[in-house]
């Protein structure tokens, strides 16, 4: 399958270049949805608030969904696709046009990985682990996908007293690039989370996210994969979700900037999230929304083309519902950034000593229902390029 081409997102450009950019760059969102969360999942706390619903039916409400602008799902291999059930997904795809935009391993879920999976001290399963990324890797190959989504959520420790992590983080990136280059030319979108389920995640932050892309790259070796490398793609990229970004006191505008600084930003999560706390995945724009039009803004400002991938947990209201809730906040949002006057916001962030106060000013009317009832803004000081 060809790669998609990310390069461009390291592009760096001076503030008339930018402003340029910003004016005629417009974000394209196309949604895609996890398979997963359209059936209940099990919960510590309390039973499932609704049936379990079979894959099939699944897919049936997702079809229903795509002229409200859902356009790809994902899923995770085997427990949701897999070789006996890919027919099933071969006519979704067909009947509906509706992508299968990534298939991911499911490494963190069976009784065998409690001790990690790609990490695994234990040979054999470790063994089982790989064996199981290259499966899923060779059903991105066949379906045509744009990358494979990796989350190690079972991978990392809780207490680190005598723990050789050297050797653990070795152990996973020895793993994942004997699965990429078993099944070449297949890109990694790495997902990185601090904690939960375990106490410490291995690579959990955007900026360890990013180290493993350099490390993991530096081993590979097939033919297919080098040559991709010498062409300046990134193959191991990354997947930041907004509620697993707030979860580590990161800043999302900056967690997406350090993946685009290296064309590395291969999709996004949406939900939203308190910082830290546990993982609520949220409806889009629930929580902290000037953290995600921050966000939307970096992406504009960068040129991002991927999908927005709305990765939620609705355990309270009707998945079509909070599907149609969280999509429609990220169009909000956009308009509202579209409509922005980059060129002041430009001066002002360029030159932050001159414009002390006028970007927050800006934005506070920028978000007013009513910004005719507010002081009225000061413009930008004369004679400063604006």
């Not at 916001?345 to 920028?366: G, Q």
Request: hydrophobic share 40%; aromatic share 10%; glycine share 6%.
């Amino acid at each position: 399958m060809p790669i998609v081409d990310l390069r461009e997102q390291s592009t760096r450009r001076d503030p008339d270049a930018l402003i340029e950019h910003l004016r005629s760059f417009h974000l394209d969102l196309k949604f895609s949805a996890g398979i997963w969360y359209f059936s209940p999942p099990p919960s510590r706390f309390h039973e499932r608030y609704r049936d379990e619903v079979p894959l099939e039916a699944r897919l049936e409400i997702a079809a229903a969904l795509g002229d409200d602008g859902l356009c790809a799902l994902e899923a995770h291999y085997p427990n949701e696709i897999n070789e006996d059930n890919a027919d099933l997904w071969r006519s979704f795809v067909a009947d509906t046009g509706i992508r299968l935009l990534t298939i991911i391993p499911l490494l963190f879920w069976d009784r065998a990985f409690a001790f990690g999976s790609l990490s695994n001290p234990d040979p054999k399963v470790r063994a089982d682990a790989i064996v199981r990324t290259k499966r899923a890797l060779a059903l991105n190959l066949e379906f045509e996908t744009d990358f494979a989504v990796v989350w190690p959520g079972i991978d990392g420790y809780e207490n680190p007293f005598g723990l050789d992590l050297i050797s653990m983080r070795d152990r996973f990136i020895d793993g994942l690039v004997e699965a990429m280059d078993a099944v070449p030319g297949v890109r990694i979108a790495f997902e990185p989370k601090p904690y939960e389920p375990r106490g410490r995640v291995l690579f959990g932050t955007t900026p360890e996210g990013v180290l493993l892309g350099h490390l993991a790259e530096e081993r590979l070796s097939s033919t297919v994969n080098r040559e991709l490398l010498d062409k300046g793609h990134r193959l191991v990229c990354l997947n930041p979700e907004v509620g697993h970004v707030l979860m580590g006191y990161e800043d999302l505008a900056c967690a997406f900037g350090w993946a685009m600084s290296e064309g590395r930003l291969a999709h996004t999560h949406w939900n939203s999230q308190p910082l830290g706390n546990y993982d609520q995945d949220l409806n889009v724009g629930v929580v902290s929304p000037e953290q995600s039009e921050a966000g939307l803004y970096a992406l504009k400002m960068h040129g991002y083309r991927g999908y927005f991938g709305i990765d939620i947990n609705p355990e309270r209201m009707e998945v079509p519902d909070a599907l149609r809730v969280s999509m429609d906040a990220l169009r909000a949002m956009n308009d509202r950034i579209d409509a922005m006057d980059h060129a002041s916001i430009v001066e002002a962030t360029t030159r932050p000593d001159r414009h002390r106060s006028w970007l927050e000013a800006y934005l506070v009317r920028a978000r007013a229902s009513f910004p005719e009832r507010l002081t009225p803004l000061a413009p930008l000081r004369e004679g400063d390029g604006s």
